[in-house]
T-cell receptor, first 115, second 115 residues
Framework: QKEVEQDPGPLSVPEGAIVSLNCTYS??????FMWYRQYSRKGPELLMY????GNKEDGRFTAQVDKSSKYISLFIRDSQPSDSATYLC???????????????FGTGTRLTIIP | EAQVTQNPRYLITVTGKKLTVTCSQN?????MSWYRQDPGLGLRQIYY???????DKGDVPEGYKVSRKEKRNFPLILESPSPNQTSLYFC???FGQGLSNEKLFFGSGTQLSVL
């Protein structure tokens, strides 16, 4: 079983819809949760970063963490064609990378926003 | 412009022919890392470096070498490439003081095909 599971999609939604992207994880030590966006033929770029449980909002994007369920979500409101990309969740047990406390990534969900 | 630069973007080679993928960052980051991205497996860490002359293995180091002689450069070396090393490779860097998981900056990727 993978430490982080993410539905690969693809997911297609009409412009303006609310998008929900999700990851589940098995390692209860994870405390830091990130969402990366990866456009085609580009490297991933950090979109959202949260610590422990709760919600974080940044413009049209909301990241949600439920540690009790080991479940994280990214919501995109008023989705735009420019949001079409692959979204990767990532998580870590520590903010530092001393030892082996590295980021563990999900496989990514490919999202297409249809104009 | 702050960036991580990888070269080449595309590389086709044959089994056993040594190759080097270069990575350079202009942000004075202490932490640098190499990942490979494969369908269904996501991003997996190959090697990372906390600083000059300090490197360590990630999840999938077999068949790869790295060096960190200068802060800005972190080349990935495949001494004897094999077809199972066909993949999309990303170099990444982040701020120092071990805060490697705060924000990773990725290069644009190197698509390697080993025939």
């Amino acid at each position: 079983q993978k430490e982080v599971e993410q539905d690969p999609g693809p997911l297609s939604v009409p412009e303006g819809a609310i998008v929900s992207l999700n990851c589940t994880y098995s390692n209860s030590a994870f405390q830091y949760f990130m969402w990366y966006r990866q456009y085609s033929r580009k490297g991933p770029e950090l979109l959202m970063y949260t610590y422990s449980s709760g919600n974080k909002e940044d413009g049209r994007f909301t990241a949600q963490v439920d540690k009790s369920s080991k479940y994280i979500s990214l919501f995109i409101r008023d989705s735009q064609p420019s949001d079409s990309a692959t979204y990767l969740c990532a998580m870590s047990s520590s903010i530092t990378n001393f030892g082996n406390e590295k980021l563990t990534f999900g496989t990514g969900t490919r999202l297409t926003i249809i104009p | 412009e702050a960036q991580v630069t990888q070269n080449p973007r595309y590389l086709i080679t044959v089994t056993g022919k040594k190759l080097t993928v270069t990575c350079s960052q202009n942000m004075n980051h202490e932490y640098m890392s190499w990942y490979r991205q494969d369908p269904g497996l996501g991003l997996r860490q190959i090697y990372y470096s906390m600083n000059v002359e300090v490197t360590d293995k990630g999840d999938v180091p077999e068949g790869y070498k790295v060096s960190r002689k200068e802060k800005r450069n972190f080349p990935l070396i495949l001494e004897s490439p094999s077809p199972n090393q066909t993949s999309l490779y990303f170099c990444a860097s982040s701020f120092g003081q071990g805060l490697s998981n705060e924000k990773l900056f990725f290069g644009s990727g190197t698509q390697l095909s080993v025939l």
